[in-house]
């Protein structure tokens, strides 16, 4: 974020403004400052030449009144004659009375004789200089005895310094012309006198007789170049000769009347200046500071935009399911959090269900992933015809969906449940396919069921599992029950681990005889478990929770090894050991190493894989359709002989066994069980024995306790029975003894009465 020194708004463009601002500033200044001088000079000026008017005025009328004084005096000799000298004196003792600056008055005779004179005080004077020119103005003296006008003669500078000017008035005219009056005054005396004190301090005054200075003398240096303001000439006795005055202002006066103003505007102005550039120097900074500061604070806008986004997509992400674009788990959790914070507002029953398709598995499996998902996007549209806007769907995983509804009592919510399972009655068409799928719901009402979402959902789950477990396509509501149930099963899961790593686990034997000759053909390996409490754990009870809680595998495992271990220690006895079943859950068949890890445990006991029998159920048969009959093929192929167990209870039928390679199946008990006196039950087992016959298959009867059932079986030509009548399942020792022909049904019946 830094700027170029050349960009834009850079500091030094700042700077350079600022100074062309100050150069700007101060040329104004400057040109403010001229022109109030000027006005000052010109008012100068102004008042210069007023105080030139009023010199000029009093002089005149001084000098006027003087010459007027010299006329009277001129006259009155004229009258009285040239011989009245102490009248003549006495009139100019008067005269000087008034006017103490003048040199000297005397009287000269017709040929210009000094007759009479009266001096000043002052011991330099020199009448007779002073008059001495009187001589080089013979003709023009001549012309005023006979005019009457007088005559100032050019000024004469006495040896003391001083100009002196003189006067010569004519005393009688014409023929009565007796003599001329001259009247001498000094020069600096006569301005000091004839100007005011007021304007002497003032004013600067220059006096010219042609080119010489005679005010003051000498004349001070600076005087040739001051500009003199205003002046005026003055010629008294018209004879062209002129005395210039000139006047300028004096120090003094120019102190008095010049202001500060311009001054302090230059300077003030100057200051202001720099202060006014300094500040658009600053500003320009400021501003490119606030510019910067702008930028970066909408960058930075911009980046907690972006980073709003960012955080909305990852948050996006982290709540919602990408596939179907609903709340994901973690989402769910957040949205049912607030639901139940807010849900004291609302009256009426809120429920989460806890939704489940069934055999979703299958689907993927057989038709591949990519339609399975499609199909997973189906249902919250298919969801969205029954449930009203206000109602939550969430993906919990899988193809588990978390429904939260709010309806106002408990049958609206059921009925909705029963309207969720139906809309899916009529299937989905996906691509080329038309897919039938149900599902199962679990319900756990609030608060009822859970006062937590956490609470809820595993309760809503724990229902699922009920609704599953009692046949599919339909739902449960979760209860106390089913919550001690699930605790049940949770702690036996756990007992099963722990009783797995301290070796608690056995396996018995139960055998398998042949109807024709009741010799011993087969065993039965069945898992027994002794809990460390000191009771026996009912094996069906142990399985569902190992297959319900995943540990079925290890369980599994454990069965099959011990057995496998076992007839491997009886081939080491009998040459031909009868064959081993082994019982194998859903769970087991579906790890991708099944078949593997069995080939390797029939090889490191070098058992022949022709004496294994693998019991599954019908459930086996029909999950997974393709996998499974692969995996059973490749089984069968490396010679062991599958058996489906139970048979009969589940949904298969006879012709659909074709499919599969299956070599013998088991008659579920429940056939066996009243067979003597059902004739129902007869008539199935007869047609499973007939069917299985037919197919190529050989049939066990399970579970065959009376004698009255073994004729029964043999009249359906069955193969094999299996069932208390014979055996219990025993031990490995107990099989042992068997195998060396101590066979414990032996003595309990006569084969051929039986028969
Ligand atoms: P199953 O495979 O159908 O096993 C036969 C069951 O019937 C055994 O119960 C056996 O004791 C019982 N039985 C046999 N003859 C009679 C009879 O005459 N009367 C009566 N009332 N019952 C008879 P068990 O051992 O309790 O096993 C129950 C089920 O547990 C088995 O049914 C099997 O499905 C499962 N199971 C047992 N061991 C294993 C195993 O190692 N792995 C797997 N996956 N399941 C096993
Ligand atoms: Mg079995
Ligand atoms: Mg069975």
């Not at 003391?160 to 012309?177: K, M, N, S, V, W």
């Not at 989905?428 to 319900?443: E, K, M, N, P, Q």
């Not at 059932?709 to 009249?715: D, H, I, K, N, V």
């Amino acid at each position: 974020m830094t700027d170029s020194p050349s960009a834009p708004g850079s500091p030094r463009l700042a700077f350079l403004l600022a100074l062309l601002m100050l150069t700007a500033a101060l040329a104004t200044n400057f040109l403010f400052y001229r022109g109030l001088v000027d006005a000052q000079d010109s008012a100068l000026e102004r008042h210069v030449r007023q105080l030139a008017d009023y010199v000029r005025a009093d002089m005149l009328a001084g000098v006027f009144e003087q010459i007027q004084a010299h006329q009277r005096m001129a006259a009155r000799l004229s009258y009285h004659g040239l011989d009245d000298q102490a009248g003549w004196r006495r009139e100019v003792g008067m005269f000087k009375l008034h006017h103490a600056y003048y040199h000297a008055i005397g009287v000269l005779d017709k040929d210009l004789h000094l007759l009479w004179v009266e001096r000043t005080g002052q011991p330099n004077g020199d009448a007779e200089l002073a008059f001495a020119p009187a001589r080089q103005y013979g003709d023009s003296l001549e012309m005023i005895a006979q005019s009457g006008d007088f005559l100032v003669a050019r000024p004469v500078l006495l040896p003391d310094g001083r100009f002196t000017l003189t006067f010569y008035h004519p005393i009688g005219q014409g023929d009565e012309h007796a003599g001329f009056l001259a009247a001498t005054f000094s020069v600096p005396d006569a301005v000091e006198r004839m100007v005011s004190d007021m304007f002497r301090d003032e004013l600067k005054l220059r006096v010219r007789s042609r080119d010489t200075v005679i005010f003051p003398h000498p004349e001070p240096p600076d005087y040739q170049d001051y500009e003199w303001r205003a002046g005026f000439s003055l010629d008294l006795d018209g004879d062209g000769d002129e005395m210039q005055f000139e006047f300028g202002m004096s120090e003094s006066g120019r102190v008095q009347y010049a202001s500060a103003l311009p001054v302090v505007a230059l300077f003030g102005g100057s200051a202001v200046s720099l202060l006014l550039a300094i500040i658009t120097f600053l500003a320009l900074n400021t501003a490119r500071h606030a510019r910067v500061l702008a930028t970066s604070n909408r960058r930075l806008g911009e980046e907690v935009r972006e980073r709003e986004l960012a955080e909305q997509e990852m948050e996006m992400l982290v709540t919602h399911d990408p596939l179907t674009g609903l709340p994901n788990r973690t989402g769910s959790t957040r949205y049912l959090k607030r639901i139940l914070a807010d849900s004291h507002q609302v009256q009426g029953q809120l429920a989460l269900m806890f939704f489940d398709l069934d055999q979703f598995k299958d689907i993927n499996d057989s038709l591949g992933h990519q339609l399975g998902d499609q199909l997973l996007c189906e249902i919250p549209r298919r969801l969205a015809t029954v449930l009203n806007e206000r109602d939550f769907v969430g993906r919990h995983g899988g193809d588990e969906f978390l429904i939260a509804a709010m309806r106002p009592n408990r049958e609206d919510i059921e009925r909705l449940v029963i309207n969720i399972l139906r809309s899916l009655d009529h299937g989905f068409a996906i691509d080329d396919h038309r897919l039938f799928v149900s599902a199962s719901i679990g319900i756990a009402y609030f608060p009822e069921s859970g006062e937590t979402v956490a609470d809820l959902i595993q309760n809503a789950d724990t229902a699922l599992f009920k609704a599953k477990n009692a046949g599919r396509n339909q739902f449960a509501v979760f209860t106390r029950e089913m919550f001690s149930q699930a605790q049940h099963r949770l702690n036996l899961s756990r007992d099963i681990r722990h009783a797995l790593d301290a070796d608690q686990f056995r396996v018995v034997y139960q055998p398998i005889v042949s109807l024709k000759d009741f010799s011993l053909i087969g065993l039965e390996a069945l898992l027994r478990w002794e809990h460390e409490k000191g009771y026996q754990v009912p094996s069906q009870e142990f399985i569902r929770v190992a297959e319900e809680t995943g540990v079925i595998g290890r369980l599994g495992d454990f069965a099959m090894e011990r057995a496998v271990a076992d007839l491997s220690e009886w081939k080491k006895q009998v040459a031909h050991p009868p064959g081993l079943a082994v019982n194998i859950s859903g769970a087991q068949i579906r790890e991708s190493d099944f078949a593997e890890k069995l080939s390797v445990l029939l090889h490191s006991y070098s058992i022949d894989p022709a004496l294994i029998h693998l019991e599954i159920t019908e459930e086996i048969l029909i999950e997974n359709l393709m996998r499974n009959r692969r995996l059973l093929k490749k089984l069968h192929d490396i010679g062991m002989r599958i058996v489906v167990d139970d048979f009969g209870v589940g949904y298969s039928s006879l012709a659909y066994l074709k499919n599969f390679p299956i070599s013998v199946v088991k008659i579920d008990r429940g056939f066996v069980q009243d067979l003597a006196q059902d004739k129902e039950d007869q008539a199935i087992t007869r047609t499973i024995c007939s069917l299985a016959s037919d197919l190529g298959m050989q049939t066990v009867a399970e579970g065959v306790e009376q004698v009255d059932q073994l004729a029964m079986l043999r009249s359906f030509r069955c193969d094999f029975a299996q069932g208390f009548l014979f055996s219990k399942p025993v031990d490995a020792d107990e099989i042992q003894k068997m195998l060396q022909g101590e066979l414990p049904w032996r003595n309990k019946f006569d084969i051929e009465t039986s028969i």
